[in-house]
């Protein structure tokens, strides 16, 4: 066989004595040995007419013996294109307009905030790494509160910082109310841990329970400022117009 590739054995007859050799070969077998050698002249090469002569049981249990792969290679060939060949491709197949020459691999894009690859989420780790952005939202919204007092003609800038501080505010409001919620739970688990040392059984607040200790909170807050009687008149108002916008459907059932 020239060039390295597969070598394919047939010795005489066989020879079924147990006292043979360790590593010796038994003559009469079929012996399919791969030898990357460039010059290689075997004593009898199994071609693929002698192949076709045998048996399918003799075919199977050689296949079974040297592997499908091997026994592919010897029965049908090599076919495998190396990695380093070029491609072919036909001159009489017009090329496509955007053809890759080169394969450019696709980005993988990532969300850190649903990857594992972040870590896990926690609002107080959080809050001290980027407390430096609370200074800078401060520091811009006294430069825009200035900005707006000496703003006087154009009533559409004015309109734009005015939205900006609201929002700001609005910002500010309810990281503020994250925290004081945050310490609040803190507070509460330190109680339970406490309980669950001394020897009673821990109580787990429920979420309507803990709604609802959020709105007394609110309630006092707005009593202390006087603030309380404004916002009852709101949600008077939102209310109301919540029962206005569900009348005319009642209306509608009772009739039907």
Known sequence: MAGGGIAVYQTGKANSSPEAPRGHKAPGLLHIIYEPVKHHTPLCPLTVPELSSMSFEDIMQLQNKVGTKVY?????????RPET???????KKPAPFLRQVVPVRKPTLRDPRFDDLSGEYKPEIFEKTYKFINDIKHQEKEVGG?????????????????????RMENQERARKSREQQRERELQ?????????????????????????????????ELKKSGKLE????????RNAGKDRRKLP???QKKAA
Do not use: D, I
């Open 230 to 237: 404004n916002f009852l008149s709101k949600k008077r108002k």
């Open 249 to 251: 459907q009642q209306m």
């Open 146 to 166: 200035k900005q707006l007092k000496r703003t006087t003609k154009s009533n559409q800038r004015k309109e734009k910082l005015q939205f900006l501080l609201k």
């Open 188 to 220: 509460f688990k330190r109680q339970q841990r406490e309980l669950a040392n001394q020897g009673e059984r821990p109580f787990f607040l429920k979420k309507s329970e803990k709604k609802k200790l959020q709105l007394a909170e609110k309630y006092q």
């Open 72 to 80: 592919n290679e010897v029965a049908y060939g090599n076919n495998k």
């Open 85 to 91: 060949k070029s491609a072919c491709t036909s001159t």
